[in-house]
């Protein structure tokens, strides 16, 4: 559309043009209220009038993202075509898609480790705690390995946690278990799913009833007569080590 339309005066006059545009360019797939919004919002706009310049940049970037999309079109398939001999890919491209899939099997096999503790140490997303004897430290994710993988896992886990409810419902709580815990939770969300992975690998369905205890999980978005209450215990304490407690103590004490 903004090939054609690159600005709200454009789609202002040819507003019929605009909803037939949209509706066969994305082959019915956006929804009545998507295209009526569009069209009404550029009714709607209070913005300056965009320059000649401008409607020119907006459209040379339409048509370079059109582009790009298309050249990325055709790398995936060039990957599925190179990789089509390949198991691990077949098993793991329809889940996690071609690219995530090839970075996987490329730089972290999953057949080559005897178990999902040494993929998950692979992918540095085992964990380690940093402390000495005046500090406690946080566990945090050793990152060894190549940290490619470790961002297309980040990408796939943002994907799963939209597409799974069970993985949605699981990742609201655990990122309600703690202030300021967001990233943290996808990156629990990420430390399952390699689990799940060298399964999948080797041929077993993805299954996330069994990476969670779906009996203790609520699929629902969370109401407002129960929503997820953060934990506000800092974490020295919530671990309840003993140099934690006796911090505490000799605070109370003086």
């Not at 099997?105 to 964990?127: I, M, V, W």
Request: glycine share 6%; aromatic share 6%; net charge positive.
């Amino acid at each position: 559309m903004l090939v054609k339309y690159s600005s709200p005066a454009r789609v202002q006059v040819d507003a019929r043009g605009v909803r037939a545009l949209l509706k066969e360019t994305s082959r019915g797939r956006l929804s009545a209220e998507a295209v009526e919004g569009v069209i009404s919002g550029a009714l709607a706009t209070l913005g300056v009038p965009a320059e000649a310049e401008q409607e020119r940049f907006i459209t040379t970037l339409a048509t370079q993202a059109l582009e790009v999309g298309e050249h990325m079109a055709e790398l995936d398939k060039q990957l599925a075509e190179l990789a089509r001999d390949d198991a691990a890919f077949a098993q793991l491209q329809p889940w996690m898609g071609t690219f995530t899939a090839a970075v996987i099997t490329t730089h972290c096999d999953p057949r080559q480790y005897a178990n999902s503790r040494q993929l998950e140490k692979a992918c540095g997303l085992n964990l380690r705690e940093k402390s000495s004897g005046e500090h406690v430290g946080r566990l945090t994710i050793t990152k060894r390995g190549p940290g490619l993988v470790r961002h297309v896992l980040y990408l796939f886990a943002l994907r799963m946690v939209q597409q799974s409810t069970t993985l949605k419902a699981w990742y609201k709580a655990r990122r309600g278990y703690s202030e300021d815990s967001k990233k943290r939770a996808v990156i629990a969300v990420m430390r399952k799913l390699v689990r799940a992975l060298f399964h999948v690998a080797r041929g077993a369905p993805f299954d996330a009833s069994k990476l969670f205890d779906t009996r203790r999980l609520t699929c629902d978005a969370p109401t407002a007569l129960n929503p997820i209450q953060p934990r506000v215990t800092p974490r020295p304490i919530a671990r309840s080590t003993k140099r934690a407690r006796s911090r505490v103590g000799a605070a109370a004490s003086g």
